[in-house]
Nanobody, 123 residues
Framework: QVQLVESGGGLVQAGGSLRLSCAASGRTFSSYAMGWFRQAPGKEREFVAA????????YYADSVKGRFTISRDNAKNTVYLQMNSLKPEDTAVYYC????????????????WGQGTQVTVSS
């Protein structure tokens, strides 16, 4: 089992940047594929990015490709989401999650979730 805690959210102007972090507890962090999701008010939770246990395979939603970068540091039990060129439509609660399988994008495939961190992008 793994516990996840996100941080780094906040209010930023359009065009700005934020870096989200997700700290994991537990000795088996490196065994999990990790993902970032987001959920805006009134909308379903959507996939943003995912990274394999070793970092060699990375996946992005088309809406963030070229602007967001996912990475992980297994020595620090942490996964990151660097968000650049932010847009108002990126406003959402961002969640990190852990999965047993690599390359999965459906929320139901993820076993563990953090509590989320709010990202608000003003125009």
């Amino acid at each position: 089992q793994v516990q996840l805690v996100e941080s780094g959210g906040g209010l930023v102007q359009a065009g700005g940047s934020l870096r989200l972090s997700c700290a994991a507890s537990g000795r088996t962090f490196s065994s999990y594929a990790m993902g970032w999701f987001r959920q805006a008010p009134g909308k379903e939770r959507e996939f943003v990015a995912a990274i394999s246990w070793g970092g060699g395979k990375i996946y992005y939603a088309d809406s963030v490709k070229g602007r967001f970068t996912i990475s992980r540091d297994n020595a620090k039990n942490t996964v990151y989401l660097q968000m650049n060129s932010l847009k108002p439509e990126d406003t959402a609660v961002y969640y990190c999650a852990a999965a047993y399988s690599t390359g999965v994008m459906a929320p139901r495939e993820y076993a563990y979730w953090g509590q989320g961190t709010q990202v608000t992008v003003s125009s």
